[in-house]
């Protein structure tokens, strides 16, 4: 889909949104709050980016991006080539990996950073349906903290409140307290940098299954063994990450899978094409459907009862010697 930006905005320090329409004034496919676009760039890359306007709104999209000196690329690419009146590719439909669910009594959303973009368009839909909710959005200062002016109104009922830890997360939000005591019908909800992802995820582990719900940016690199080929055919069924082999269910192939290589990169070799997108595990485009075997999940978007069924192949690798793809 091509769609013109018809507005670059500063939001805050090394983060700009950008609002995309079609380039014709025709509306655009409609999105969930949580949802996400895929940003397609020249050089064949895809990065994903959260939608964080209104999801009633038809005409555009919004998206906010922080420039990483040290990223891959994309929002470098975003901050030095993409001006208004630009026309862009992205997605034909926003998908949803992170949704709300708005059958919770109370919702509770914790931001760091730039995880705050899915998280404004949950505000203006919980705002909406009339939900009780309240946000805690935690950054370095108030020049990082993005969308000040739409989050005023919000900060002055106490709804939305707002942490500043000048860069030691020690002296911002005690997220451990916070989430100490679990309230029944509250549902959690969480994004942003890799050390605040890891602390809510420990403060909330004892919370029930099905009630807390996030999304990550990026996704660690998982390590490589360093063993051969002869080596990792002779290593046990215990052996998590190593090579393995993979079984088409339609063809009856069998294909090996070395420790340097995914099976999406195997698949391809072999002339099996699957579509994928972010290849980090974090987007589920790749998502597909394993007879037998024992995964080694290393998605970042799946929850556990996507797990008995799916793997994503971009990522996962295998804890038993073969895995048989619906393929």
């Not at 949950?122 to 349906?129: E, G, N, T, V, W």
């Not at 890799?194 to 690199?221: D, I, L, N, Q």
């Not at 339609?250 to 070395?258: E, F, L, M």
Request: net charge negative; with cysteine.
């Amino acid at each position: 889909m091509r769609l013109q930006v018809r507005q670059v905005t500063y939001q805050a320090r090394d983060i700009n949104s950008y609002e995309l329409v079609h380039p014709e004034g025709k509306p655009l496919p409609t999105f969930t709050a949580g949802a996400h676009i895929d940003f397609h760039f020249r050089d064949g890359s895809v990065r994903q980016y959260s939608l964080c306007n209104d999801p009633s709104e038809r005409h555009r999209y919004l998206i906010a991006v922080l420039r990483e000196e040290y990223g891959r690329g994309g929002s470098q690419a975003l901050f030095e080539r993409v001006h208004t009146q630009r026309t862009v590719s992205v997605g034909r439909q926003p998908r949803n990996n992170f949704p709300l669910h708005e059958e919770a009594t109370h919702h509770l959303l914790l931001a760091g950073g730039i995880g705050v973009t899915p998280m404004m368009a949950m505000l203006y839909r919980l705002q909406s349906i009339g939900a009780d909710f309240t946000m805690h959005y935690c950054t370095k200062s108030p020049e990082h903290t993005a969308f000040r002016p739409e989050l005023a109104a919000l900060a002055s009922e106490g709804r939305v409140l707002l942490h500043h830890d000048g860069g030691d997360p020690r002296r911002g939000l005690d997220i451990a307290a916070l989430l100490k005591s679990y309230e029944p019908g509250t549902h959690l909800y969480y994004c942003g940098p890799v050390g605040f992802m890891r602390a809510t995820e420990a403060a909330s582990a004892h919370w029930p299954k099905g009630s807390v719900h996030c999304e990550y940016f990026t996704a660690a690199a998982s390590p490589k063994a360093t063993l051969t080929k002869d080596e990792a055919a002779d290593v046990g069924d215990d052996a998590v990450g190593l090579g393995f082999q993979i079984k088409i269910a339609s063809t009856g192939a069998v294909y090996y899978v070395p420790n340097d290589k995914s099976i999406v990169e195997v698949l391809r070799e072999q002339g099996i094409e699957v579509e994928t997108s972010c290849e980090a595990g974090l987007c589920a485009t790749c998502k597909t459907r394993y007879l037998t075997g024992e995964p080694d999940h290393r998605d970042l978007v799946l929850d556990d009862e996507e797990h008995s069924q799916y793997l994503t192949i971009c990522c996962s690798r295998a804890k038993s010697r073969m895995l048989v793809l619906d393929l």
